[in-house]
């Protein structure tokens, strides 16, 4: 038997690419330079990996320890769920995909959001999860993020979002479309009230989710090495018929093209907020 | 010109030729009930194909390479066109053009999406794919709209933001979310058109406005049904029945307050008629813009905001 959980070959595409996903078994092998950890180890050190700082992919449950003061979330719209607004199915009905999800992850949909305090600032607070159907944006992520806005604006709270997502979801059709539109449209009353808005940038942020709010930030901040970009790499592979450059759409490249403020460690992530809301707020 | 004749425009093309054919060779002969005969047959088949399109035969009729597109309308319907190039930073893109224009008494500024008919012109609009010098083009001529006081008409006919590495490298993202958040806001009144194929963040990148309107034989949708087959059918061959999951159409997007408005065309499509698209369409804008310029900019800014904060489902 082996005495960590070994992943499965020759299942995996770009799209549906796992090895980032936080381990489930006792020990894991870092990704990147195959460092054995245990998951003790791995969670002490924020899911990063201790030799060569590869990040984990992990869910919003984490990012609330990670960034918030304990115990501080309070949840909002927790259970709001998807209408399946199109009845819509493919090999799959769509509403037997969300049931199944919900089962699965424990989660209702592809965001978390709610109000929280970082080192004592009370500030508005959403995190997606990728293990969601891919991060997939549909009406519930636009309309979890859009009532988050109207809070913040409400009371007067800074806003920070994390993006973890593959674009929008394609079982809603064009309401996931319109959802970039709605949840940017909710940002011009929060830049109104000159309440910051610090948009963080996780591996992978890719399509709508990308081409609205998580480029709208005061701020942009990237985990490192995280995918950022509006189409998929193997998209744009088939677009110019040939291998792309060596680290092509990665935080380290937004930043260089200029799209991207900087990159955090996540250990410094919740330092690196406070300091920027310290001058902001 | 030669004419692309979709699958199912075949039998009435086919009978239509018959038809030409009697009329010519009627001379002296004695064959007018028959003649009427094969006109009411057409006229019958025409009503039943195009009154019970599905939804990839709307797609087609969509992507038609004789429909109209922006620059035809621009030329039908508006007077005194200038149009505009660059977006100040990086360069021209010519899948999207725009410019300063009257449509009857109206003063604007129209913008859209465009396509190339042949190979050469459509290599040179990048097959109406912007890149984001286009998106930023559009952004640069509707703040010239609002400092000037003229309400922006946009039309969309796009499959989609194009996907490139240079449009990666200068920004794709960027440059979509910031029209959606620039145009959330603009003080003066938007007319958002959907001429033809609406695809996905590339369509969107110029359609928040204060009225989306839709011809009848357009999609808009997340994805493209082909792309949508390919990643959840994981084949090609499901484009059909990705584009009825989608629900892509004007009738469909209606309710689901999407649009706010389908625009009819002549029977078989806009491509069968320009000019009389052209006139429906231009009665149709002036009407949209003289309920449009009345409203104040404020008011006007926030009923845009809280029509699209509005859009979706969800159960709580
Ligand atoms: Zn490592």
Redesign the interface.
């Known amino acids: 038997m082996s005495w960590f959980k070994r992943k499965k070959e020759n299942i995996v595409t770009e799209d549906s690419d796992r090895s980032h996903d936080l381990p489930d078994g006792l020990w894991e092998k870092c990704p990147s330079c195959d460092e054995i950890m245990h998951k003790k180890q791995l969670e002490t050190n924020l899911w990063t990996c201790v030799k060569c700082s590869f990040h984990f992919r992990i869910g919003s449950e984490q990012y609330i320890k990670i960034l918030l003061d304990e115990d501080s979330f309070k949840e909002i719209d927790k259970k709001m769920r998807s209408a399946d607004p199109l009845k819509f199915e493919d090999t799959k009905k769509y509403s037997d995909r969300i049931n199944a999800t919900i089962k699965k992850t424990g989660l209702y949909d592809a965001i978390k959001t709610g109000t929280g305090k970082l080192n004592s600032k009370p500030v508005a607070f959403g995190c997606m999860d990728f293990g969601f159907i891919g991060g997939s944006m549909g009406s519930v992520v636009g309309e979890k993020i859009s009532r988050l806005i109207d809070k913040a604006c409400k009371n007067n709270l800074p806003l920070i979002l994390i993006s973890q997502s593959g674009g929008a979801r394609m079982m809603e059709g064009a309401l996931s479309l319109m959802q970039m539109a709605k949840t940017s449209a909710k940002l011009t009353n929060l830049a109104a009230k000159s309440l910051p808005y610090i948009s963080i940038v996780t591996d992978p942020t890719t399509g709508g989710t990308t081409a609205s709010y998580a480029m709208l930030g005061d701020l942009i901040i990237a985990e490192p090495k995280a995918l950022i970009g509006f189409a998929g790499p193997r998209v744009i592979k088939q677009t110019i018929g040939r291998d792309l450059p060596e680290g092509f759409q990665k935080s380290e490249f937004l930043v260089e093209k200029g799209f991207v403020d900087f990159i955090s460690h996540r250990k410094e992530l919740k330092n690196n907020i406070n300091n920027v809301l310290s001058i902001l707020t | 010109m030669a004419k692309t004749i979709l699958d199912f425009e075949k039998p009435i093309v086919e009978l239509e030729d018959k038809l030409n054919e009697m009329r010519k060779m009627s001379d002296g002969l004695n064959i007018d009930s028959e003649i009427k005969l094969i006109e009411e047959k057409v006229k019958n088949l025409k009503e039943d194909i195009y009154k019970n399109l599905t939804r990839w035969q709307r797609v087609q009729l969509a992507r038609h390479p004789d429909r109209p597109y922006t620059l035809d309308y621009i030329y039908m319907i508006t007077e005194n066109f200038t149009e505009l190039h660059g977006d100040r930073y990086f360069k021209d893109d010519k899948a999207i053009v725009g410019g300063l224009a009257k449509i009857g008494n109206h003063k604007v500024m129209i913008i859209g999406h465009q396509k190339g008919r042949d190979t050469k012109s459509n290599v040179y609009r990048n097959f109406g794919m912007p890149n984001p010098e286009g998106y930023r083009k559009a952004l640069r001529l509707m703040k010239m709209a609002e400092k000037f006081h003229i309400p922006v008409v946009t039309m969309l006919d796009t499959p989609g ?5 240079e ?8 440059a ?3 029209n ?2 620039e145009m ?2 603009l003080k003066v009144p938007i007319l958002v058109i959907i001429i033809g194929e609406g695809a ?2 590339g369509a ?2 110029i ?2 406005g204060d009225r989306i309107l839709m011809l009848e034989n357009c999609w ?4 493209s049904p082909e792309s ?1 087959s390919s ?3 994981r084949s090609w061959e ?1 484009k059909e ?2 584009a009825e ?4 159409t004007a009738p469909d ?1 209606l309710p ?1 307050k ?1 649009i706010d408005r389908i625009v009819p065309e002549p029977l078989g499509g806009a491509h069968k008629n320009h000019s009389e698209m052209g006139e429906v369409l231009k009665n149709v804008i002036i009407e949209e813009l003289n309920t449009l310029s009345k409203i104040k900019a404020d008011k006007l800014v926030q009923s ?2 809280d029509k ?2 509005a ?6």
């Open positions: 933001a194009f996907p490139g590495l449009a990666e490298e200068r920004g794709q993202a960027e979509i979310a910031r959606l958040f959330s806001k996905s963040g969107l990148g359609g928040v808009y949708s997340v994805i949508c990643i959840l059918w499901y029945q990705a999951a989608l629900k892509l997007l689901l999407v845009r905001i699209f904060s859009i979706g489902e969800v159960v709580e």
